[in-house]
């Protein structure tokens, strides 16, 4: 989610207010430095999108609507202290038996030992907005990008303004899945939106690689221009020496400048993904999509950059295909607050946007295919655009399931990459008919078997998957997942 520069708390509420301005049209303007602008006027032009949308939408507040393949199988609801409408569900890793699931409060570990009755085994009280989460063994990292009196979980909300206040990763425990312990704070500037994880190669360490952006004069730990990340290494055996140890300039040239009220500038990035086996990584960098050599894991060099300046508001996130050889970017229109999927916005803003890779080494650039949106109009009360999701690890074809917060989960084909098309979707109603009230699936993962989905406001939610054309997925198991560090699996 979007979280502009006028606070430094993580509230969607004002990003809503913001939204009207980003839906603006975006306008093509000329390109600072070497970054390629794709794709062109042209280029749009004559990109396929999935499927038109379709009318007026008829869900009712929480009615439930999918395709005969895609079915849910439980659903969890948020439990106290977690329960309350502000105490958002964030995104989600998994390990074993477990999943694990931020929260704005804190995060919750569930036991989905049998995916169609989930359990949780313990919650962690510990504000810090988003709680961006991932899992190595027995540590767990913790993104706070909130300012914060200290870096206890009972800390409380102060003004980055305030030199001693603090930002940045939080270190758990969690050999006793029923008793996470804390174990260490690292800060970092201008706090942890999101954070990567990228193993050493060695496997003795860890790196986090930390995304973070809006930089103010009067933040004395996050100062423009901030066009770098804080790269954090973590001993595994001795995760209390946890530091950064650099903090590598992405964009020496200076990032998009952005149009207001239309385009994002880029200082810093939302969020990285890594493929570690393939020693590279994407970032999604607010106004820039950038491809990244990761082979030496704490100077990450940026090889291709890439910017939409008809269609894209916010990069957000992205996904390789498992081959490495496409990539996949989001853009967060709105800010994950405003309702985006509906005829007036149309199908190629607030949406994904594939790109092939092609090229070797360091001449390798990201060439623009097409954009994906889901194919069905969402109420005005939904807050809807594209978010996190993840491979559905299918042999042959390159298949994903993701969120769109209230406008649900998609599982889309994207094996050619110029016509991606929707193969399978699950939907709630609005959660009012009267007022735009967010909540929705902010992460829908695919994991040993079923789709995990975080929804904002309603908690775990269970999905079963069955298609002939994904049934190979069944045979692909993980130990471990983090989606932003993507694990390959065997193919054809």
């Not at 839906?23 to 062109?40: E, I, K």
């Not at 989905?112 to 709680?131: E, F, M, T, Y």
């Not at 989960?409 to 050619?416: G, K, L, Q």
Request: charged share 20%.
């Amino acid at each position: 989610m979007i979280r502009f520069s006028l606070p430094r708390r993580r509230q969607l509420r004002i990003v809503s207010l913001a939204a009207a301005g980003l839906l603006v049209a975006s306008v093509a303007t000329a390109p600072a430095g070497n970054a390629a602008v794709t794709p062109d006027a042209e280029a749009v032009a004559t990109a396929t999108t999935a499927q038109a949308t379709t009318a007026t939408p008829t869900l009712g507040v929480d009615e439930i609507s999918s395709s005969p393949n895609l079915r849910q199988i439980a659903n969890l609801p948020k439990q106290a202290p977690f329960d309350t409408s502000s105490a958002f569900g964030t995104d989600m890793a998994f390990q074993g038996r477990y999943a694990f699931v931020g929260n704005y409060n804190g995060f919750v570990i569930y036991d989905i030992g049998r995916p169609s009755a989930p359990k949780v085994v313990s919650q962690v009280l510990c504000p810090g907005s988003q709680n961006d989460i991932s899992i190595y063994g027995d540590l767990l990292f913790l993104s706070t990008d909130s300012s914060r009196t200290d870096d206890s979980c009972a800390s409380t909300a102060q003004s980055a303004s305030v030199k001693e206040s603090w930002e940045g990763i939080k270190v758990f425990d969690i050999s006793d899945k029923a008793n996470p312990r804390y174990v260490k704070a690292v800060e970092t500037a201008c706090g942890s939106h999101t954070h990567t994880l990228v193993p050493a190669k060695d496997r003795r360490s860890v790196y986090l690689y930390v995304s973070s952006y809006s930089p103010r004069a009067e933040f004395p730990d996050c100062q423009p221009p901030h066009d770098s990340i804080s790269i954090v290494k973590v001993p595994v055996k001795d995760p209390t020496t946890a530091a950064v140890v650099a903090t590598p300039n992405l964009f020496p040239d200076g990032g998009y400048g952005g149009i207001p009220g239309q385009t994002s500038a880029t200082s810093g990035c939302h969020d990285i993904t890594a493929y570690p086996a393939k020693d590279i990584a994407a970032g999604a960098c607010m106004g820039d999509g950038i491809l990244m050599d990761i082979s030496n894991r704490e100077a990450p060099r940026v090889i291709n950059r890439v910017r939409d300046t008809v269609n894209f508001a916010f990069w957000h996130s992205a996904t390789f295909n498992n081959a490495g050889t496409k990539v996949v970017f989001t853009d967060e229109l709105g800010g994950g607050g405003a309702a985006t999927c509906n005829e007036v916005v149309g199908p190629n803003r607030g949406a994904d946007a594939i790109y092939d890779i092609t090229g070797r080494g360091d001449a390798r650039t990201m060439v623009f295919r097409s954009y994906y949106k889901i194919p069905r109009a969402n109420a005005d009360t939904e807050n809807c655009v594209a978010h996190n999701g993840s491979l559905v690890p299918v042999f042959g074809r390159d298949i994903m399931v993701q969120a769109w917060y209230q406008g649900g989960i998609s599982v889309w084909d994207f094996t050619d990459s110029t016509k991606p098309k929707e193969i399978g979707f699950w939907e709630r109603g609005p959660l009012s008919a009267t007022q735009l009230t967010t909540g929705g699936a902010w992460s829908t993962y695919y994991y040993n078997g079923h789709i995990y989905s975080s929804d904002i406001q309603k908690g775990l939610d269970v999905l079963e998957l069955n298609d002939w054309r994904t049934w190979t997925a069944n045979l692909v198991r993980f130990r471990e997942l983090n989606v932003q560090t993507q694990a390959g699996y065997l193919s054809w």
